[in-house]
């Protein structure tokens, strides 16, 4: 079947602006994580769902950073105020469950002017 | 929380010898291992992963050892092809909980 989706592929913005990104996990996989990743750099975890619910937060940056899974399945990263710094390739990847192997998808390509 | 340390963070190996990368976690609780290749501009790639109740796991010319007590575990690739020339991350986690990931190392497959 289909694997990890991520849109858009790339995303350019102004400092300040609002942007979501969005992942379409395996389907049937219940546990859904975000990552971000520098140049250069392992992925950095974001957060973690499984299910509808949040069940890690521990990763997200600070208060302009917000996540979403509101069926389950599809997730949305939402950056507000974006600042320069937050450039980076945002990785999401899903599993069966937490127990599971987890699979990658080819992520976002943030990039704040 | 949990640290996981790489190494080296760059590595060349002649064509058909032995590529070994090491790495060491901090929680003793970690109980999943996994291996992700990443080529350039690409998705990371699960190669192989260990879980803490078995200490060695083959798959063709991949293998990966894990010692538990010691914190450590260790990539080996056998053979090496030039399509082997990639970033390699090692990882660490506790099932059910997110991967915390090394800082990868560069292998170069010389010809």
């Given at each position: 079947g289909a694997g990890v989706s991520q849109t858009p592929s790339n995303k350019v913005t102004e400092k300040g602006k609002y942007v979501e990104l969005r992942c379409d996990p395996i389907s049937g996989h219940t546990a859904l994580y975000w990552y971000r990743q520098s140049l250069g750099q392992g992925p950095e975890f974001l957060i973690y769902f499984q299910g509808t619910g949040?069940?890690?937060?521990?990763?997200?940056?600070?208060?302009r950073f917000f996540a979403v899974r509101p069926e389950g399945s599809v997730s949305t990263l939402k950056i507000q105020r974006?600042?320069?710094?937050?450039s980076a390739v945002y990785l999401c990847a899903s599993s069966l469950g937490g127990r599971e192997s987890r699979y990658f998808g080819p992520g976002t390509r943030l990039t704040v002017l | 929380g949990e640290n996981v340390e790489q190494h080296p963070s760059t590595l060349s190996v002649q064509e058909g010898d032995s590529a070994v990368i090491k790495c060491t976690y901090s929680d003793?609780?970690?109980?999943y291992f996994p291996w992700y290749k990443q080529e350039l501009g690409k998705r990371p790639q699960l190669i192989i992963d260990i879980r803490s109740n078995v200490g060695e796991k083959k798959d063709q010319r991949i293998a990966v050892t894990l010692n538990k007590t010691a914190k450590h575990f260790s990539l080996h690739i056998t053979e090496?092809?030039?399509?082997?020339?990639a970033v390699y991350f090692c990882a660490a986690s506790i099932v059910d909980d997110k991967i915390i990931f090394g800082k990868g190392t560069r292998l170069h497959i010389l010809p």
């Open positions: 949040a069940a890690d937060d521990s990763g997200l940056p600070n208060d974006t600042e320069r710094g937050d | 003793s609780a970690s109980n090496t092809q030039p399509e082997d020339s």
